[in-house]
Structure formats: C-alpha cells, structure tokens
C-alpha cells in the first residue's frame, strides 16, 4: 500500500524544521502528494521550478523569483497561471525569504494551490524535501514477525503463532544482537531493491515473551539492544520438524529460496524446530552464511568443484 500525503500534512510534518509559513491557497489544503511514479512517469516529487515537466512541490529560489520579475506583465501573468493551474502540482514554495508579490498569493487563492514561504535556501528546502517525501510516500506493508539486527544484518523471524520466535528473539538479545520490532514490523520500499524495516512507535522497545509478559527490552539489556530501523537482508522461517518430512528436506539448498515483498525478492531461509536444536546458533550461522553468498562465496559450488576434480583426477 501507498500512503496518502496531502499539502497539510506536509505542512504540518516540516513547517516547524522548514521554517515554513503558509501565506495563501489554504483552501487547497487536502491536495495530494502521490508518489512520481503513481499516475505520471517521470515527474519529480519536488526541484526547482520546472514549466516543462511540473514537479509535485515547485521550489522557487531567487533565480526563479527573478526571472517572474523580469518578465514583461502579459508574459508574467501567463507564468504565474501556467504555474498555479497546473493540476500535477500540489505546492509551491518560495524559499531564500522572498518577498512573496500579491499576483503570486492572488493566483494561489483562485487555483486553491497552497503557496508556502521559507527563509531557508532553495538547494536545502529541495535537499530535505526530497528525502523527506521519498521516504514519507514510499510504498509500505506490515507484516507479522520479529525483526532484528544479527551480525549488522536485518533479519526477519517468521512463522506460526507459537513456534517461539521471540524466546529465539530473546537468547540472540542475551548474544549482543539487537531488535527492531516485535509482533508487527512495518516495511516501506526505499528504493527498487531496497526495503527499510521499522517497529510502530507503540510497540517499539518491547517484546512478548509468553509466560513472561512484555519486556522493555532497553531498560533490560541497554540502549545498544535496540535499533530504530534497518534494511532488510534476510528471512529466516521457523517451522516445526515433522518425521513424515523428512525425506523432502533439500540438504543441499541448491537453490536459494526467496520471498517477495512489494516487488522486492528477499532470500529466505527454513529452520526446522525440535528438541534438542540450538535455534540461536543455527540463525547466527545463516546469516554468516548470508555474508559469504552476498561476496560471492557459495559452499556448494565449492564442494562440486572439488568433487568435478577428483573425478577427473581418477579418470587419469
């Protein structure tokens, strides 16, 4: 799902970080900031301002601001309508504390496009902006499990209700690793492969731990148990070791198994939970495992090239 951001919430969210004041077009307050790919390919979420291609949120600094003095009133009247009658634009922000003239405000009032003001520099209200968007629009799914930070890799724990994933959560806690998020962890697409994970504010530092209750898992291990948000690199499943099962298990793991998460494929790993199993461990060593695949390094592969040696060796 994609979140729905409009000009006020925008406002609300920078104005104090930004600076912003919000001079006119108030009644354009519910317009949407949709992601730059949602309805129009190619458009920017927020730059400098642009007649060609609108962007979502026209920054205009003081070259901008100038180049509307400089034109002869007919031209200038007509800019200022193309700018504000522009149905892909959302905002329009006059940064380096320009004076704002009274067409600008007029025609933000008739077109109901908020004009918002700014003492900051167009290239760091851009900066911001840009990051701040990216992020706020990005497309996001919550999911159930318990996220963590294992040998500097995210790690996402899944599997039925009961299958002990936060007493596995627990011991690595206890091994120096660090949580993110317990029982729903929310994941927005930063980038074409790039998932960032994060707890809900309500749920972040703590953990269930049937028979034990809710833990405050910084007051109990320390400031470093914890981390706020991190990418996400791996997906361990626990599920429950059946005899009958047996025989299907693929010892080898030729094949990388993967999940999909909007549009993001994530290597996922099965542990099998019986007596007897050191869970701890055996993730710690998947994720090491992880690490080699991600520079390169496949066990596998190895141990066929020895055993293709050897063969031709006997073949002499």
Request: hydrophobic content about 45%.
């Amino acid at each position: 799902m994609t979140t729905i951001l409009t000009a006020n919430g925008l406002f609300d969210a920078q104005h104090k970080t930004l600076k912003l004041k919000w001079l006119s077009g108030l009644a354009g307050q519910d317009r949407l900031l949709e992601p730059a790919t949602a309805k129009f390919p190619g458009l920017a979420l927020v730059g400098h301002l642009n007649f060609v291609h609108p962007n979502r949120v026209q920054i205009l600094g003081s070259a901008e601001m100038d180049y509307l003095r400089k034109l002869q009133p007919p031209k200038r009247r007509q800019a200022i309508h193309d700018l504000f009658n522009c149905s892909t634009t959302a905002v329009v922000v006059v940064a380096n504390g320009e004076k704002v003239s009274a067409d600008l405000r007029s025609a933000s009032d008739s077109m109901k496009l908020p004009l918002f003001s700014s003492p900051l520099p167009s290239p760091k209200l851009i900066d911001h902006l840009q990051h701040y968007l990216a992020a706020a629009l990005a497309a996001h799914i919550t999911l159930h499990g318990v996220y963590l930070e294992v040998m500097g890799v995210g790690v996402l724990l899944t599997g039925e209700s009961g299958m002990g994933k936060s007493e596995l959560a627990l011991e690595l806690l206890s091994r120096n690793h660090r949580l993110i998020a317990d029982d729903s962890v929310e994941f927005f697409r930063t980038g074409p492969d790039v998932l960032l994970g994060r707890s809900p504010d309500i749920l972040r530092d703590f953990l269930e731990v049937r028979g034990l209750g809710i833990l405050n898992v910084r007051a109990m291990f320390g400031e470093t148990a914890v981390r706020s948000e991190k990418t996400l690199r791996l997906i361990v499943r626990l599920e429950q070791l059946k005899r009958r099962r047996l025989g299907n298990i693929d010892r080898l793991q030729a094949q990388q198994k993967t999940r999909r998460i909007l549009d993001v494929d994530i290597p996922e790993v099965v542990l099998y939970v019986a007596p007897g199993r050191n869970l701890a461990v055996l993730l710690e060593v998947a994720t090491r495992n992880h690490i080699l695949r991600m520079r390169g390094v496949n066990p596998l592969d190895e141990i066929m090239k020895r055993q293709e040696a050897a063969m031709n060796q006997t073949d002499r």
